[in-house]
């Protein structure tokens, strides 16, 4: 008995930590500074076609944000978390503003250079008839589902801040790097919130780490992959630049490093499996 609760109170303890320092994220929260970055400067000097590929690619999933919650993220046990539901309310804004300033980079650059490049991807419209089943289903395991969330937003804000520092420092352009700096500082906080929720939420459910951790090694894509987003060859397009030297894979190795302290997820290296296929489909 004195060892449950011993257990109890530390649980509460952690929980109470974690929730404060997401106050704390969630109070910073605000849309990214540009109009301060030197846009005339824009397209004096050529940028790699690859720079501009990631750009794309990075610009058309921070977009897909930019709608109403939908499907599984929009679970009620999730959504009713007033903490959560103010985060992700920022998060949305926050991202919308990251893909109007990529586009702004591009569109600027494209004119200047006078060449062509796509028009940024819209979302799906419709949600699966599976996701809508699959919301139903889990509605008495709430809990679980917003572990779930939280989980794979860290693994994606992860992958993410990690990818514009990447390009930061090989796109050649100092705008666009001091552009993606701003931002990977943003995704920064974004990860650490889903992370400190993943946190206190796995630790706190057996059931969440045993089903968590077998759903991330067998179902976890890339952010920005999937039906009606992006196909894995336009990611692997953007992993093929961004991890082909020492540095890519020690970004690789450090992204796993820090996903496995999560409670339950120690051995478990899903960036790693995501490089190999991602590889594998190229030499292919």
Known sequence: MERTSRAKRRSAEVRGSCEARCERLVARSALIEVDDLDWGAVGERPVDPSVLACLVYMRDVEGFTDRDLVGVVAHPATLGDPLVRRFLDAWRAEEAAHAAALDRYLRTYARRRRVELPAMQ?????????????????????????????????????????????????????????????????????????????????????????????????SWTPVGIGEGYKAPGEFDQVLGYLAVDDRGARAVDTMDATFTRLPGFDGVRIYERATAESRARLAA
């Not at 419709?126 to 709430?142: D, F, M, N």
């Not at 390009?167 to 889903?194: K, M, N, W």
């Open 122 to 218: 819209a979302p799906p419209t419709e949600v699966p008839r599976s996701e809508q089943l699959l919301l139903a289903l889990t509605r008495p395991i709430g809990h679980v589902v917003t572990a779930a969330h939280m989980v794979w937003g860290a693994a994606n804000e992860l992958l993410t801040m990690h990818g514009y520092r990447l390009l930061a420092r090989r796109c050649g352009d100092p705008v666009l790097a001091e552009l993606l700096t701003r931002i990977a500082a943003q995704e920064s906080r974004h990860y650490g919130f889903y992370r400190l929720q993943a946190e206190w939420r796995l630790g706190e459910s057996r059931l969440a780490r045993v089903v968590l951790r077998q759903l991330m090694k067998r």
